[in-house]
């Protein structure tokens, strides 16, 4: 099972400032990396697939990059409506996806 | 608009069985692949099951193997999960997300439905 390793656990940071998030895998996933954005009591929304692609409808503050075994995920510039938890997914190894624990993005 | 509604959680003593449901609308389902995922109070997600668009291949996390199985009805636009031998560690709220290609992510998902097994 390829482990997925998200940093930090939780990320305070002011709302117009920048945000970056990591995920490791534990084995190269090539590219096959997505990004899903989690509210309270809410479905995870996918936001980023393929290492490093918008889903359709996500803002252009989102970017992603990486692939092997090292990703991030940039939120340019905080509105509100970011904070939220944030879970990057591997889909290279199938049956076995799996998730990274998730990284909590607060206001700081 | 692509609409996924879960169905059928509920309260289930240890040992007992439930059937979710997934209820599809807004796309083609009989062209994707779908899947089962769950989140515990609290905690993060896991893939529990996948099937492909015409049922031929199916897929199940080992945490579940021999207890659950899923299937579908492309004629209804449904998506099902059949649970056996609920343990208390199956307590979640389970999704049915629809997968964006074959082995790709998921890209729709719906509102969950909770699962709680207690005596």
Known sequence: EIVMTQSPATLSVSPGERATLSC????????????????????????????????????????????????????????????????????????????????????? | EVQLVESGGGLVQPGGSLRLSCAASGFTFSSYSMNWVRQAPGKGLEWVSYISSSSSTIYYADSVKGRFTISRDNAKNSLYLQMNSLRAEDTAVYYCARARADYGPFDYWGQGTLVTVSS
Do not use: H, M
Request: proline share 5%.
């Open chain 1, 24 to 108: 490791r895998a534990s084995q190269s996933v090539s590219s096959n990396l997505a990004w899903y954005q989690q509210k309270p009591g809410q479905a995870p929304r996918l936001l980023i697939y393929g290492a490093s692609t918008r889903a359709t409808g996500i803002p252009a503050r989102f970017s992603g990059s990486g692939s092997g075994t090292e990703f991030t995920l940039t939120i340019s510039s905080l509105q509100s409506e970011d904070f939220a938890v944030y879970y990057c997914q591997q889909y290279n190894n199938w049956p076995l996806i799996t998730f990274g624990q998730g990284t909590r993005l607060e206001i700081k």
